[in-house]
């Protein structure tokens, strides 16, 4: 019980230690504002504004989640296609590992002269940058299905979809939900790249307007404010997972 609550502070503990030692480190040396500025500054910044700023991060939150969705959704079924088809794995693969060699950062002017600026390039960079840690996971979850299981269905009639459905896509779900903390992260990244590049809202355009200004506490309480939406995303997916794919055991668990 100890240990369990133990663990449970731990993070929490080290994060008041990490700002505790910040903000008396910057006062001790008298860092300036510009350079870094103490965590009471950031964090009274964010209370201040917290109207304006919270407009930007729903902003940012919901084409986050939108461009999340309808990549990890694509990369699912691409992944599915892959690990069920070594076809299909030799056609597309190569050309999606070229594509994703592509700096995301590289593709923002392109979709900023295909669709305008604005939401539009921020939530394709975030559905871009999401498909292929899904698709990779999938396809490995799908691909390394126990023959044994296969051979089952497969001498009880089941067809190659019966195998896909009821073997090798629940087999599977530890590989993606695994892909979905890494998405989930790259997603807000995409987002706030193509946001500081092509947008007129968002935690990103803010960030760059702060930095314009030599508003460095605003922009080190946006940065904050992504860590933030970052971590509580992370904790969902991984809460979710933990009640989904709760059989797949591990020996050593790092989401909770």
Known sequence: ????????????????????????????????????????????????????????????????????????????????????SRTVYATIYPALIGFYSIPKVALVPIFVIWFGSGTAPALLTSTVICIFPVLVNVATGVATTERDMEDVLRSLGGSRFDILRHVSLPRSLPYFFASLKVAISLAFVGTVISETVAANRGIGTMMVSASADFDVPLVFAGLVLLAAMGICMYAAFALVERRMVGWAKRDVDFTH
Do not use: K, N
């Open 1 to 84: 019980m100890m240990a369990d609550r133990t663990r449970m502070l731990a993070p929490y503990i080290f994060a008041i230690a990490l700002f505790l030692i910040w903000e008396i480190g910057t006062r001790v040396f008298d860092v300036s504002v510009y350079v870094l500025p103490r965590p009471s500054q950031f964090f009274g910044t964010l209370y201040e504004f917290w109207d304006g700023i919270s407009f930007h991060a729903t902003q940012t939150l919901l084409t986050t989640l939108v461009g999340f969705a309808i990549g990890v959704s694509a990369g699912a079924v691409l992944g599915a296609a892959c690990g069920a």
